[in-house]
């Protein structure tokens, strides 16, 4: 059987869930990708840290990555407010980590931390600080007239404990509080980040690699790209139950243990009717492949591929 990465020239993989959880590597991710033979690079939602502190972090775990090659949501933001002609020097207020006050100010605006200087957008992403005073800042500027821009709306984030609050959350705080939503979001899973991180690897044809069915795959189905899912972050049992029925913007074309996958079969990780091999995920893929291909016309399909999943998480 022919690899996985025989039709890929590059990998965009996400960072948690998948590279680690809080401050712990991922299993078998670094070694993976230190076995890359096709360039990577790191796409994130997460906020909280610039590319160079990105970089840092994942070479204390042992794996080497250019800043060059992490791209963050903090820059599709700044992208959007170049696009809507915020002008340069204007002050923008930050909610989050220091990764949006550097992209922020590599573009050529202020970031601020409080209202008192009027800004002129509200830029809000991830930040394990962020609290009680920072949204309510960030409430007022918006009342006041300020653009707001979220990187992105994911609802948790992996740590080494377990599912803790994403950014996501913390947006709904301030949209309950105020009555309405951001004027944009520019994290996945909207294209511009993959489309971005394509370019920097000089890419015709990437795999994009996630955890989540909501933000990696769909936003590598609106780009235009294949993705394998892991479940080695938030996707677990409930979101394969998800994936039975789910529109096809979320289906991954494969799904896989983690990332060892990368070195191994495709067709041990495609998602197909007649996906080869024995287990728990064996069964998920063919289930899932039957179900989606509507290929099976017991009735019963979805059933099976519950039951599968059942003795997938059960393993």
Same mark, same amino acid.
């Given at each position: 059987?022919?690899?996985?990465?025989?039709?890929? /020239?590059?990998?965009?993989?996400?960072? /948690?869930?998948?590279?680690?959880?809080?401050?712990?590597?991922?299993?078998? =991710?670094?070694?993976?990708?230190?076995?890359?033979?096709? &360039?990577?690079?790191?796409?994130?939602?997460? =906020?909280?840290?610039?590319?160079?502190?990105?970089?840092?972090?994942?070479?204390?775990?042992?794996?080497?990555?250019?800043?060059?090659?992490?791209? +963050?949501?903090?820059?599709?933001?700044?992208?959007?407010? $170049?696009?809507?002609?915020?002008?340069?020097?204007?002050?923008?207020?930050?909610?989050?980590?220091?990764?949006?006050?550097?992209?922020?100010?590599?573009?050529?605006? +202020?970031?601020?931390?409080?209202?008192?200087?009027?800004?002129?957008?509200?830029?809000?992403?991830?930040?394990?600080?962020?609290?009680?005073?920072?949204?309510?800042?960030?409430?007022?500027?918006?009342?006041?007239?300020?653009?707001?821009?979220?990187?992105?709306? /994911?609802?948790?984030?992996?740590?080494?404990?377990?599912?803790?609050?994403?950014?996501?959350?913390?947006?709904?705080?301030?949209?309950?509080?105020?009555?309405?939503?951001? @004027?944009?979001?520019?994290?996945?899973?909207?294209?511009?980040?993959?489309?971005?991180?394509?370019?920097?690897?000089?890419?015709?044809? &990437?795999?994009?690699?996630?955890?989540?069915?909501?933000?990696?795959? $769909?936003?590598?189905?609106? =780009?235009?790209?294949?993705?394998?899912?892991?479940?080695?972050?938030?996707?677990?049992? $409930?979101?394969?139950? /998800?994936?039975?029925?789910?529109?096809? $913007?979320?289906?991954?074309?494969?799904?896989?243990? @983690?990332?060892?996958?990368?070195?191994?079969?495709?067709?041990?990780?495609?998602?197909?009717?007649?996906?080869?091999?024995?287990?728990?995920? =064996?069964?998920?893929?063919?289930?899932?492949?039957?179900?989606?291909?509507?290929?099976?016309?017991s009735g019963n399909v979805s059933d099976q591929v519950r039951q599968a999943i059942d003795a997938w998480a059960r393993r």
């Amino acid at each position: 059987m022919a690899p996985l990465l025989d039709g890929y /020239d590059a990998l965009i993989v996400d960072a /948690d869930g998948v590279i680690y959880r809080g401050s712990v590597a991922v299993p078998f =991710a670094v070694d993976a990708l230190r076995a890359s033979p096709v &360039p990577w690079c790191l796409l994130t939602n997460n =906020a909280a840290l610039p590319p160079a502190a990105i970089a840092e972090r994942i070479a204390r775990l042992g794996l080497a990555i250019d800043p060059s090659n992490v791209v +963050t949501s903090p820059q599709g933001a700044v992208a959007y407010l $170049q696009e809507y002609g915020v002008p340069a020097g204007s002050p923008v207020l930050i909610v989050g980590g220091v990764g949006i006050d550097e992209a922020v100010s590599a573009a050529g605006y +202020t970031p601020v931390r409080d209202r008192s200087v009027t800004p002129v957008a509200v830029v809000q992403g991830f930040g394990p600080e962020v609290g009680w005073r920072e949204l309510s800042e960030a409430g007022y500027a918006i009342t006041a007239g300020a653009v707001w821009v979220a990187t992105n709306l /994911d609802l948790s984030i992996p740590t080494e404990h377990g599912l803790a609050p994403g950014n996501g959350a913390l947006v709904s705080a301030i949209q309950l509080a105020i009555g309405r939503a951001p @004027d944009a979001v520019t994290g996945k899973p909207e294209p511009l980040l993959f489309t971005l991180a394509a370019e920097r690897l000089g890419s015709s044809r &990437p795999l994009v690699v996630g955890d989540r069915i909501d933000t990696d795959i $769909q936003g590598a189905n609106r =780009a235009g790209m294949d993705s394998l899912l892991v479940l080695t972050g938030v996707a677990g049992a $409930q979101e394969l139950v /998800d994936l039975i029925d789910a529109d096809p $913007q979320f289906r991954p074309i494969y799904i896989a243990e @983690d990332l060892q996958a990368l070195s191994g079969p495709v067709d041990a990780v495609r998602v197909a009717p007649d996906a080869p091999g024995s287990g728990p995920l =064996a069964e998920v893929l063919r289930g899932l492949g039957r179900a989606w291909s509507k290929s099976d016309a017991s009735g019963n399909v979805s059933d099976q591929v519950r039951q599968a999943i059942d003795a997938w998480a059960r393993r």
